[in-house]
């Protein structure tokens, strides 16, 4: 639905080149809600901003619902009628919203349908059925500065929905927002995917957002995608950095002499009790350093972390036996390699982790 | 001079004021209003960006606006021959008036227009609408609060230099001021005309001021939540509580963050 190839963002400023995307291709199937995750900085922004071409790509091309938008886009820095056509078929939500403060709810979602050319009448009638689909009927006469946050972000996406679009950019929109209204919006976006079909790009940094509602994701650092696939093809990865950044596990090993394990569970084997099985089968003492379940795309996925005495030669055997039953086996790092003073989170995962701790904040 | 003579003076002078300030103030606006926003839309970075256009637009503002009145009143006389076919009377005044308060105006649009949020513009963008639907979808109306605090400033500055129009015998509060009241000693009248003066200027300010303030009302509530908040701060006791509940936040935020580091490992039999 919307694909990216060789997207290159250059910024200019008085001499300076700041390259803000870096080759970025991307691809969003029909019906998916993909999220892109990244620091402050990565690029996130420059990136779906390229999408509708708010901002020009210095080079590389975006294709939306199968028309290619850099073709459209002309030489010139306005946009052309064409352009704007496709954008009216993409919706957009915001991080600050962006409602016109001299509008009420109505006015602000009849907005594109102005823009659109509609009458008076259609308009008012469909900004209605959109402000009952997003669950603000009653707001309808309300100016924007008496709602709360969550509620302008339900307008903005009545008004981004004004348009029919089978596609829909979300700006950090749920980043302004607190715990709570966050996951009733993201709800609400996953409730639109799914009743009107409609394709989600959304940007973030929070984890929480990717694991709540996403179907595939994308890591974005110093404007390049490092990781990307569906959520469930990201966790079966070995050292994916998604994966362990959507279940961030921390604990070292406590002496010389042991081994760390980070184990995924992942469809059947999330049900079995693996861990006393192995202790009894092979009778060892197993520690649990750290450990992390739950729902993501709609299916139970866990990560744990154990120690088990012993070097990792000594303990083949027992992670064969972890394989076999279906688990996806790290080990974190081998007994003599490295020392053992706390330092066992390997080097690769550190950016993942501290976007981690980032989205906790 | 008694009453019964300076009452037909002054009534006559009264609507020689209105009716300079007000065609003068109206076209400012017209020609000040378009004029601002190119400013704003041909900057850097806006969304006609021509930075040659916009020098050229600033350089004459700056000229306009630095042209003491008096001289650019003579300055156009020509000019104001060829449009109004007189150098003198009320209608010859309006055209320098109009002239010098175009520039004045546009660079209160100016400022006024660049508050608006450029998020807002970028909304309309991403929906598909051109420039001119941000002008007027967006700019006009999002900046309209200060727009009018904009054009009464304008009539206030047009009601003081329409004393100065006078000196072309246009007539007005202004020169009846200085013709009767200055040079001729009626002290009385000078007073009245100054007193009437005064008058004017609040009633177009409140205007002004009630009209603004309406709509930013309307808009924000912002009229009434800085009111508010001042009232808060005011007294000692909330101000100790609203100091409180800050420090209870500070605190509650840095718990999760110490709960959060080092889970202790947990020994399964």
């Known amino acids: 639905m919307i694909t990216t190839s060789g997207l290159t963002k250059v910024y200019r400023s008085r001499g300076r080149e700041v390259t803000a995307l870096d080759g970025v291709d991307l691809h969003v199937r029909e019906g998916e809600v993909y999220g892109v995750i990244g620091q402050s900085g990565a690029g996130k922004s420059s990136l779906i901003r390229c999408v509708n071409l708010l901002e020009r790509p210095s080079s590389g091309t975006v294709t939306v619902a199968g028309q290619d938008l850099t073709a459209l886009a002309g030489r010139g820095p306005r946009a052309g009628k064409e352009l704007r056509a496709a954008r009216s078929r993409i919706g957009m939500v915001f991080q600050h919203f962006n409602l016109l403060s001299s509008r009420t709810v109505q006015d602000n979602v009849e907005l594109p349908l102005e823009i659109l050319g509609l009458s008076g009448k259609e308009r008012s009638r469909k900004a209605l059925d959109l402000l009952d689909l997003v669950g603000l009927a009653d707001k309808a006469k309300a100016y924007p500065a008496q709602l709360s946050g969550g509620q302008k972000q339900r307008v903005g996406i009545a008004r981004a929905l004004a348009g029919e679009p089978k596609v829909l950019l979300s700006d950090e929109a749920t980043s302004a927002l607190d715990p709570e209204t966050t996951r009733s919006i993201l709800q609400l976006l996953r409730d639109l995917n799914r009743q009107l079909g409609l394709t989600v790009l959304l940007i973030t940094h929070e984890m929480d957002v990717v ?151 | 001079m008694t009453w019964s003579e300076m009452q037909p003076l002054l009534e006559q002078a009264c609507w020689d004021t209105l009716y300079m300030v007000g065609w003068s103030a109206l076209i400012a606006v017209a020609a000040g209003l378009p004029l ?20 050229v637009i600033g350089q004459v503002v700056n000229i306009g606006r630095s042209m003491p009145f008096i001289i650019l009143m003579v300055a156009l006389m020509g ?65 309209l609060p200060s727009l009018i605090s904009s054009a009464t400033t304008t009539v206030v500055a047009l009601i003081g230099y329409s004393a100065i129009t006078g000196t072309v015998g246009a007539g007005g509060l202004g020169d009846l001021a200085v013709r009767y009241g200055y040079q001729r000693f009626e002290t009385e009248l000078m007073w009245i005309t100054v007193g009437i003066l005064a008058v004017v200027i609040s009633i177009i300010q409140f205007a002004g001021d009630y009209a603004a303030r309406r709509l930013h009302r309307r808009g924000g509530q912002a009229g009434a939540a800085p009111r508010l908040k001042l009232l808060r701060s005011g007294t000692p006791k909330a101000a100790a509580d609203g100091a409180t509940a800050e420090g209870a936040t500070t605190g509650g935020a840095t718990a999760p963050a110490a709960a959060e580091s080092g889970p202790e490992p947990v020994k399964v039999p």
């Not at chain 1, 079995?272 to 729902?295: E, H, K």
């Not at chain 2, 601002?36 to 020098?55: I, P």
């Not at chain 2, 104001?80 to 175009?102: C, E, M, Q």
């Open chain 1, 211 to 361: 694991k709540t509602v996403c179907d595939s994701a994308a890591l974005m650092e110093r404007g390049r995608i490092v990781e990307s696939g569906t959520v469930s093809e990201l966790l079966a990865t070995p050292g994916s950095q998604l994966a362990a950044a959507l279940f961030p596990l921390s604990g070292a090993a406590s002496g010389d002499h042991r081994t760390v394990v980070d184990v995924t569970f992942h469809g059947e084997a999330a049900t079995q009790p693996v861990i006393s099985q192995l202790s009894r089968t092979y009778n060892i003492d197993i520690s649990i350093l750290g450990a992390a379940m739950d729902t993501v795309a709609g299916k139970q996925v866990g990560r744990m972390r154990i120690e088990l005495p012993g070097r990792f030669e000594e303990n083949v055997v027992p992670i064969g036996f972890l394989r076999e039953q279906g688990l996806q086996v790290d080990v974190a790092e081998h007994d003599d390699a490295a020392g053992h003073d706390g330092e066992d989170v390997p080097a690769p995962r550190d950016s993942a982790l501290a976007l981690a701790k980032e989205g906790a904040k």
């Open chain 2, 36 to 55: 601002g926003l190119l400013l704003v839309l041909t900057d850097r970075g806006g969304l006609l960006q021509n930075v040659v256009v916009n020098k």
């Open chain 2, 79 to 143: 000019f104001t021959r060829s449009v109004v076919g007189t150098t003198i009377g009320r209608d010859a005044a309006i055209v320098p008036l109009a002239i010098s308060a175009i520039p004045f105006f546009a660079r209160l649009v100016e400022t006024a227009v660049r508050e608006v949020d450029h998020g807002l513009v970028e909304a309309v963008q991403s929906m598909g609408g051109n420039t001119w639907t941000v002008v007027r979808k967006v700019l006009v109306p999002e900046s």
